[in-house]
């Protein structure tokens, strides 16, 4: 069974700092892609970027940077130079295409508070 | 970017009524659409996965007879909720990924919020 992991309930970062947000998954399939969503109060799923299992390089998407360890089964989102509008609820999730028709499986989540 | 709507954003419902949100994909044709619900400050479940033309295959502990699914084309997913509880107030997202490609994207609706009273 696949199942993702996310052990920080709510972290605090000053304004300005990089955070890291830590993920864990579990998965026999060799076919998969990770996810990162942050969910703001108002309650959409916003999606930050992805990582595919066979993918050698790491994600990056502007501020957000996914630190990806296949023996390690971690896919952590590292958000650099943080800003107030970046607290919010963050999820890790993990989607298997083959024989799960894609659908999402997801984490915990975080909820990250942002200090001025 | 691919757009997906969720109608209606908020419902309010007396218990024993049922209600019905309509998932929509605005720009793009869903080959598939994914249920999912969300209690305050937990994680999203999935509640089903609907496939355009075919029955929706429901996660384990759903209840099929009070979740209802209907996939009638390509733009369009709605979630019936039967004889509504309170128990069953909770925050409704739709997702929908279109190709028959290993494409793992998926795009989320605003969410739809309801209320059983």
């Known amino acids: 069974a696949q199942k993702i992991t996310q052990t920080q309930p709510g972290m605090f970062v000053q304004e300005k700092e990089a955070v890291t947000l830590d993920c864990t998954y579990d998965t026999s399939d060799q076919s998969y892609g990770l996810f990162w969503y942050k969910q703001p109060s108002s309650g959409e799923m916003i999606f930050l970027i992805y990582q595919g299992s066979y993918d050698e390089q790491n994600a990056t998407e502007g501020r957000y940077s996914l630190n990806f360890q296949k023996a390690r089964k971690s896919a952590n989102l590292v958000i650099s130079a943080s800003q107030l509008g970046d607290s919010a609820m963050y999820f890790c999730?993990?989607?298997?295409?083959?024989?799960?028709?894609?659908?999402?499986?997801f984490g915990q989540g975080t909820e990250l508070s942002v200090k001025p | 970017g691919a757009v997906v709507s969720q109608h209606p954003s908020w419902v309010i419902c007396k218990s024993g009524t049922s209600v019905k949100i309509e998932c929509r994909s605005l720009d793009f044709q869903a080959t598939t659409m994914f249920w999912y619900r969300q209690f305050p400050k937990q994680s999203l479940m999935l509640m089903a996965t609907?496939?355009?033309?075919?029955?929706?295959?429901?996660e384990q502990g759903v209840e099929k007879d009070k979740f209802l699914i209907n996939h009638a084309s390509l733009t369009l997913s709605t979630l019936t909720v039967t004889s509504a509880h309170p128990e069953d107030s909770s925050f409704y997202i739709c997702s929908a990924r279109f190709g028959t490609t290993s494409s793992y994207e998926q795009y989320f609706g605003p969410g739809t919020r309801l209320t059983v009273t």
């Open positions: 999730a993990m989607s298997i295409y083959y024989n799960q028709g894609g659908k999402l499986i």
């Open positions: 609907s496939n355009e033309g075919s029955k929706a295959t429901y």
